[in-house]
């Protein structure tokens, strides 16, 4: 019943009770590859953590609850997909489904036969009564009996079924004569029911059952067939140009530019527009014929799956049929002890095929490149094309169609210009904006400044809806740059911005998993915008780049060379530091949509006011015109008009964005109240002796930034508005509260700003809390490439712990890393604690002290207290925090910035040493590594699942699980003495053979530190650890003999 292809007329759908089973989710998930099914409907699926386990990382998966007893998943990535919320429950999903030729919904149900089912009939039928006019499949386990379907007699959930099914005009799909879909120990009986719509009957091809997984249940196919393609609107193909052979493209790019240059000879008309669609065809025509395509592979094998994984489930099969097929009740008992074991087996050969494949994975591939597959899919980077969901329309009703959520989330994304709405000022001000300048217009752009341009941007860069990425672009003939030159000058003298590159293809990402679907506003709209296009731009950005940065306000900080956001928030808070006053507040204020909602008449206004050249002026008036957005599903689009905003993902956007912010912080300050801002985010001070000034501060503040938005036809999110009180009597920092536009603000405990926690009282609990949570991202990384047995070396993975954990851990330190007290030192080394325990393969168990040496990793806290005495060195501007006192005299006694630097490590290893050697914890690591210096130099130190336990002394040693009561006696196997660590490579005479074959001797009465003080001697203590390990194995007693 397998298909051909992606656009095949028929679609495959595989309906199939689970029962909770990793392995038979597995197994169904083979089968699905195996025919090319488009669809799975799942009843009792397998959940860890909310998440269906085993569904792959690209497939969608339709649920809504973290138990759910009913899924849909979408196995075809050409596939629309839209879950009906409204409709679904835990037990009964919704969706609608879009091919290329069918359109119908499916509905997923599953009846528990230990719950009544009134209520759940009655919520399948409001659905199904809310969708009748719709194709419909209906798929599930009812847990019903009726002969209808093949029971040999009805129950009354049966009948009542049979009853709503028939006045529903569904038509059963279900075959008896192919026999019950479950088969148990306790019997067989027919309750996994397939019904359709008539008109969706009409085109079911076939209705198969089959017993392929170790599941009771039967995996049901239903074949249905499409008609001729319900649309022509797909997007442009993407480019697989980071495997392209470029001499080709170029070759054959050259040879169709000359097509493309008589053309143009021959073209009487001075139409840009057209150039442009040849310019652009031209090169898309060389990419469709030497680069390969982007795309899902569909239907191929999951890597684990094996010829031995086939075998072992054919046998299974057939000890399952022998079972069944039994006559009396002690052959059936004996079979099912044989199906059981058959089971046992295939379930563990599968855990053993996926971890296997897992692991041999993450070593081929980040041995080769650190960040390559396994890395994007350990963060996350992974996963099913962005979409967005049925979203709640006006009326509080929600979309059911693609269409209707289209238009919601472009309606609100990008607000259109009413001009209705406008003022005489206003009116004004749109015929001001259009009136030529009459400032000397600017040189044609050179070569030189193409190239420039086309150089700042990344080969990588994501192609708009043209299909043409930055790697094509770079790698063109030099006919191509020659002629894209010509259109940009043209452009420039007729002051025309091609009408093709001022559409974006909208790609909407909802911002995290814990967001309302329905809600437009969970979704961050990308803009992929033609890079030809952003080319012009970034020409235009650097011609007009030095009126614009003179006209920045000095306190903005986003999107500006040279600052950072720690510039941001040392200026913030040096400025609610310097007030004067008792109390002393600051407001975050959120600005709603700022980026995609600002009016374009005032944004030209600030740039007409700089004075530009005339024609490239007359250019960015023609940018702002005409311009529209896409919104792509799999099988279809929806079009709208952009009238305002700064656009997303374009070049000129953020620094025209800021010209216009400028104006509002110049407000506030002549206010008197200092802004900052980073791109949209706004931050001000305002202070006052006694709390109802405070309150009126607050509110006129808020009045000027309500005012300027309203004129940018943008409002403030009072909602997400934050405020604190920094300075003033804990009464006043408790119940301040003041207006912003028609609501109320409270001054709360904490708020994050560009990354960082601040609490009103300068407590880091809360920044340290958020810090673990995202440092778990980190460990997640590292516990996915390095196992007990497996995983990348120490060094490969020691690059995550600096380059992803660490930067994590100490971003703007300097900022927040001020006196911290004993309990936050201790707190940081608990986070740091998290990271070192999967990097060097360490027991839970464990010292934090010994790890970090073994790991050759400085303290957590002496790393953060470091990084604020550098920024201070560095960027003394960007520095709130307190350098350590003798931190301090040691950086002011040495003059050079490389001698500073120098003295600061210095101080690190002379705390870190002090401390190790003080310290009470990791006393047998001690005896191996007394000197941290040494262990930084020891660059053939790469502690493993078996070093480590001898370095640390804390493993598969009976004396210390025996404390940690995981074992009854701490004696050791060889019976003379307590089971160490420090026992077993001295003196235990179980390994006194592999003792003297690594060190000469039957005892070792040698320093431990002579172990590890040169490679040579590093490298026989490790061949000792792993045959240790190989004799000791992992239980209480001898894994094999010495």
């Given at each position: 019943?397998?298909?051909?292809?992606?656009d095949?007329?028929?679609?495959?759908?595989?309906?199939?009770?689970?029962?909770?089973?990793?392995?038979?989710?597995?197994?169904?998930?083979?089968?699905?590859?195996?025919?090319?099914?488009?669809?799975?409907?799942l009843?009792?699926?397998?959940?860890?953590?909310?998440?269906?386990?085993?569904?792959?990382?690209?497939?969608r998966?339709?649920?809504?609850?973290e138990?759910?007893?009913?899924?849909?998943?979408?196995?075809?990535p050409?596939?629309?997909?839209?879950?009906?919320?409204?409709?679904?429950?835990?037990?009964?999903?919704?969706?609608?489904?879009?091919?290329?030729?069918?359109?119908?919904?499916?509905?997923?149900?599953?009846?528990?036969?230990?719950?009544?089912?009134?209520?759940?009939?009655?919520?399948?039928?409001?659905?199904?009564?809310?969708?009748?006019?719709?194709?419909?499949?209906?798929?599930?386990?009812?847990?019903?009996?009726?002969?209808?379907?093949?029971?040999?007699?009805?129950?009354?959930?049966?009948?009542e079924?049979?009853?709503?099914?028939?006045?529903?005009?569904?038509?059963?799909?279900?075959?008896?004569?192919?026999g019950?879909?479950?088969?148990?120990?306790?019997?067989?009986?027919?309750?996994?029911?397939?019904?359709a719509?008539?008109?969706?009957?009409?085109?079911?091809?076939?209705?198969?059952?089959?017993?392929?997984?170790?599941?009771?249940?039967?995996?049901?196919?239903?074949?249905?067939?499409?008609?001729?393609?319900?649309?022509?609107?797909?997007?442009?193909?993407?480019?697989?140009?980071?495997?392209?052979?470029?001499?080709?493209?170029?070759?054959?790019?050259?040879?169709?530019?000359?097509?493309?240059?008589?053309?143009?000879?021959?073209?009487?008309?001075?139409?840009?527009g057209?150039?442009?669609?040849g310019?652009?065809?031209?090169?898309?025509?060389?990419?469709?014929?030497?680069?390969?395509?982007?795309?899902?592979?569909?239907?191929?094998?999951?890597?684990?799956?094996s010829?031995?994984?086939?075998?072992?489930?054919?046998?299974?099969?057939?000890?399952?049929?022998?079972?069944?097929?039994?006559?009396?009740?002690?052959?059936?008992?004996?079979?099912?002890?044989?199906?059981?074991?058959?089971?046992?087996q295939?379930?563990?050969?599968?855990?053993?095929?996926?971890?296997?494949?897992?692991?041999?994975?993450?070593?081929?591939?980040?041995?080769?490149?650190p960040?390559?597959?396994?890395?994007?899919?350990?963060?996350?980077?992974?996963?099913?094309?962005?979409?967005?969901?049925?979203?709640?329309?006006?009326?509080?009703?929600?979309?059911?169609?693609?269409?209707?959520?289209?238009?919601?989330?472009?309606?609100?994304?990008f607000?259109?210009?009413?001009e209705?709405?406008?003022?005489?000022?206003?009116?004004?001000?749109?015929?001001?904006?259009?009136?030529?300048?009459?400032?000397?217009?600017?040189?044609?752009?050179?070569?030189?400044?193409?190239?420039?341009?086309?150089?700042?941007?990344?080969?990588?860069?994501?192609?708009?809806?043209?299909g043409?990425?930055?790697?094509?672009?770079?790698?063109?003939?030099?006919?191509?740059?020659?002629?894209?030159?010509?259109?940009?000058?043209?452009?420039?003298?007729?002051?025309?911005?091609?009408?093709?590159?001022k559409?974006?293809?909208?790609?909407?990402?909802?911002?995290?998993?814990?967001?309302?679907?329905?809600?437009?506003?969970?979704?961050?709209?990308?803009?992929?915008?033609?890079?030809?296009?952003?080319?012009?731009?970034?020409?235009?950005?650097?011609?007009?780049?030095?009126?614009?940065?003179?006209?920045?306000?000095?306190?903005?900080?986003?999107?500006v060379?040279?600052?950072?956001?720690?510039?941001?928030?040392?200026?913030?808070?040096?400025?609610?530091?310097?007030?004067?006053?008792?109390?002393?507040?600051?407001?975050?204020?959120?600005?709603?949509?700022?980026?995609?909602?600002?009016?374009?008449?005032?944004?030209?206004?600030?740039?007409?006011?700089?004075?530009?050249?005339?024609?490239?002026?007359?250019?960015l008036?023609?940018?702002?015109?005409?311009?529209?957005?896409q919104?792509?599903?799999?099988?279809?689009?929806?079009?709208?008009?952009?009238?305002?905003?700064?656009?997303q993902?374009?070049?000129?956007?953020?620094?025209?964005?800021?010209?216009?912010?400028?104006d509002?912080?110049?407000?506030?300050?002549?206010?008197?109240?200092?802004?900052?801002?980073?791109?949209?985010?706004?931050?001000?001070?305002?202070?006052?002796?006694?709390?109802?000034?405070?309150?009126?501060?607050?509110?006129?503040?808020?009045?000027?930034?309500?005012?300027w938005?309203?004129?940018?036809?943008?409002s403030?999110?009072?909602?997400?508005?934050?405020?604190?009180?920094?300075?003033?009597?804990?009464?006043?920092?408790?119940?301040?509260?003041?207006?912003?536009g028609?609501?109320?603000?409270?001054?709360?405990?904490?708020?994050?700003?560009?990354?960082?926690?601040?609490?009103?009282?300068?407590?880091?609990?809360?920044?340290?809390?958020?810090?673990?949570?995202?440092?778990?991202?980190?460990?997640?990384?590292?516990?996915?490439?390095?196992?007990?047995?497996?995983?990348?070396?120490?060094?490969?993975?020691?690059?995550?712990?600096?380059?992803?954990?660490?930067?994590?851990?100490?971003?703007?330190?300097?900022?927040?890393?001020?006196?911290?007290?004993?309990?936050?030192?201790?707190?940081?080394?608990?986070?740091?604690?998290?990271?070192?325990?999967?990097l060097?393969?360490?027991y839970r168990?464990?010292?934090?002290?010994?790890?970090?040496?073994v790991?050759?990793?400085?303290p957590?806290?002496?790393?953060?207290?470091?990084?604020?005495?550098?920024?201070?060195?560095?960027?003394?501007?960007?520095?709130?925090?307190?350098?350590?006192?003798?931190?301090?005299?040691?950086?002011?006694?040495?003059?050079?910035?490389?001698?500073?630097?120098?003295?600061?490590?210095?101080?690190?290893?002379?705390?870190?040493?002090?401390?190790?050697?003080q310290?009470?914890?990791?006393?047998?690591t001690?005896e191996?590594?007394?000197?941290?210096?040494?262990?930084?130099?020891y660059?053939?130190?790469?502690p493993?699942?078996?070093?480590?336990?001898?370095?640390?002394?804390h493993?598969n040693?009976?004396?210390?699980?025996?404390?940690?009561?995981?074992?009854?006696?701490?004696?050791?196997?060889?019976?003379?003495?307590?089971?160490?660590?420090?026992?077993?490579?001295?003196?235990?005479?179980?390994?006194?053979?592999?003792?003297?074959?690594?060190?000469?001797?039957?005892t070792?009465?040698?320093?431990?530190?002579?172990?590890l003080?040169?490679?040579?001697?590093?490298?026989?203590?490790?061949?000792?650890?792993?045959?240790?390990?190989?004799?000791?194995?992992?239980?209480?007693?001898?894994?094999?003999?010495?």
């Open positions: 019943m397998a298909g051909s292809s992606n095949r007329r028929e679609m495959l759908a595989i309906q199939h009770n689970v029962r909770r089973s990793r392995t038979v989710m597995d197994e169904v998930m083979q089968i699905s590859l195996e025919e090319k099914a488009d669809l799975l409907i009843q009792e699926p397998p959940v860890i953590q909310g998440k269906i386990p085993g569904i792959g990382l690209v497939n998966c339709c649920a809504v609850s138990t759910p007893r009913s899924a849909v998943v979408v196995l075809n050409t596939i629309d997909v839209l879950l009906l919320h409204e409709y679904s429950t835990d037990s009964l999903v919704v969706v609608k489904i879009r091919s290329a030729r069918l359109e119908f919904t499916v509905v997923a149900a599953y009846f528990s036969p230990n719950e009544r089912h009134e209520a759940l009939l009655g919520r399948l039928d409001h659905a199904v009564a809310a969708l009748s006019s719709q194709k419909m499949l209906l798929a599930g386990d009812f847990n019903a009996w009726c002969t209808l379907w093949g029971s040999a007699s009805d129950n009354v959930r049966g009948r079924v049979a009853v709503w099914a028939a006045g529903r005009g569904f038509v059963l799909l279900n075959r008896p004569e192919s019950p879909t479950f088969r148990g120990n306790r019997g067989n009986s027919f309750i996994d029911l397939s019904w719509s008539p008109d969706l009957a009409d085109v079911c091809l076939a209705w198969d059952l089959s017993f392929d997984t170790g599941s009771d249940h039967g995996v049901i196919r239903v074949l249905l067939t499409g008609g001729r393609r319900t649309t022509e609107d797909l997007p442009a193909v993407r480019f697989n140009t980071r495997k392209a052979r470029w001499a080709p493209f170029r070759a054959d790019a050259a040879n169709i530019m000359i097509d493309y240059q008589l053309e143009e000879q021959q073209r009487e008309d001075d139409d840009v057209k150039a442009v669609a310019l652009e065809q031209a090169l898309v025509t060389a990419a469709a014929n030497t680069l390969p395509l982007k795309g899902h592979k569909k239907g191929r094998q999951v890597p684990w799956w010829q031995d994984l086939a075998r072992l489930r054919r046998e299974m099969r057939a000890a399952r049929r022998r079972m069944q097929a039994a006559d009396s009740p002690e052959d059936r008992r004996a079979m099912n002890r044989t199906y059981v074991r058959q089971r046992k295939f379930k563990s050969a599968v855990r053993a095929a996926k971890r296997a494949s897992w692991r041999e994975f993450v070593e081929s591939e980040l041995t080769q490149d960040w390559a597959m396994p890395y994007r899919v350990l963060r996350a980077k992974v996963g099913p094309d962005a979409t967005i969901g049925a979203l709640r329309l006006d009326g509080g009703r929600r979309a059911s169609t693609w269409e209707e959520a289209g238009v919601r989330y472009l309606s609100t994304v607000p259109s210009d009413d209705t709405l406008d003022s005489e000022e206003d009116s004004g001000m749109r015929r001001l904006v259009e009136t030529a300048l009459t400032t000397d217009p600017d040189v044609p752009w050179t070569m030189d400044e193409l190239k420039r341009a086309v150089k700042s941007f990344s080969r990588f860069k994501a192609p708009g809806p043209d043409i990425d930055m790697a094509m672009m770079k790698e063109a003939p030099e006919v191509f740059w020659e002629e894209l030159l010509a259109i940009y000058n043209h452009a420039l003298s007729k002051g025309v911005f091609p009408e093709r590159w559409l974006a293809s909208i790609k909407a990402l909802l911002k995290s998993g814990d967001r309302d679907p329905s809600d437009p506003g969970s979704y961050r709209p990308i803009s992929l915008l033609s890079v030809l296009g952003k080319i012009l731009e970034r020409m235009i950005l650097n011609r007009i780049e030095p009126r614009l940065v003179d006209a920045f306000h000095p306190n903005q900080f986003g999107c060379k040279g600052k950072t956001t720690e510039d941001a928030i040392t200026t913030l808070m040096s400025a609610a530091k310097r007030g004067t006053e008792k109390n002393v507040m600051i407001i975050f204020y959120d600005i709603a949509g700022a980026f995609n909602g600002v009016w374009w008449p005032l944004m030209l206004l600030r740039i007409r006011e700089l004075s530009p050249p005339s024609n490239v002026y007359r250019l008036v023609d940018y702002f015109r005409n311009r529209g957005a919104l792509w599903f799999k099988q279809g689009k929806v079009d709208a008009a952009v009238t305002r905003g700064c656009p993902g374009s070049v000129l956007g953020a620094a025209l964005w800021n010209l216009l912010f400028a509002l912080l110049k407000v506030l300050e002549s206010g008197g109240v200092t802004g900052v801002a980073y791109v949209d985010d706004l931050a001000v001070v305002v202070e006052a002796d006694t709390q109802d000034g405070l309150v009126r501060e607050a509110a006129a503040c808020s009045r000027l930034v309500v005012d938005c309203q004129r940018a036809r943008l403030v999110a009072s909602n997400k508005t934050q405020a604190l009180v920094v300075r003033g009597k804990k009464e006043v920092r408790e119940t301040t509260m003041f207006p912003v028609d609501a109320r603000v409270r001054a709360g405990l904490c708020a994050k700003y560009l990354g960082v926690m601040f609490h009103r009282n300068g407590v880091l609990d809360q920044h340290l809390d958020m810090l673990r949570n995202k440092a778990c991202g980190a460990v997640g990384l590292l516990k996915g490439v390095r196992g007990a047995s497996w995983g990348l070396e120490f060094s490969r993975a020691a690059r995550y712990y600096d380059t992803v954990f660490l930067p994590t851990v100490i971003y703007a330190a300097a900022t927040w890393w001020n006196k911290p007290s004993k309990k936050a030192r201790e707190k940081v080394q608990t986070i740091q604690r998290m990271a070192l325990i999967p060097t393969k360490a168990t464990a010292a934090t002290a010994a790890l970090q040496v790991a050759g990793t400085p957590l806290d002496l790393v953060l207290d470091a990084r604020v005495a550098y920024c201070a060195i560095k960027w003394p501007e960007r520095v709130l925090a307190t350098v350590r006192p003798e931190l301090a005299a040691r950086t002011a006694a040495v003059e050079a910035s490389k001698d500073k630097i120098a003295a600061i490590q210095d101080w690190v290893f002379e705390v870190w040493q002090e401390r190790w050697q310290g009470t914890t990791g006393r047998l001690y191996y590594l007394p000197n941290v210096r040494d262990r930084q130099s660059s053939w130190l790469k493993g699942y078996t070093e480590t336990q001898l370095l640390v002394g493993g040693f009976n004396s210390k699980l025996h404390f940690f009561r995981r074992r009854d006696s701490p004696e050791c196997p060889c019976g003379r003495h307590d089971e160490t660590a420090e026992h077993v490579i001295r003196r235990c005479r179980t390994f006194r053979v592999v003792r003297e074959q690594c060190f000469g001797t039957r070792y009465d040698a320093g431990l530190n002579v172990m003080s040169t490679k040579d001697a590093y490298e026989k203590f490790s061949i000792f650890a792993k045959r240790w390990h190989k004799i000791r194995g992992e239980g209480p007693g001898l894994a094999a003999l010495a």
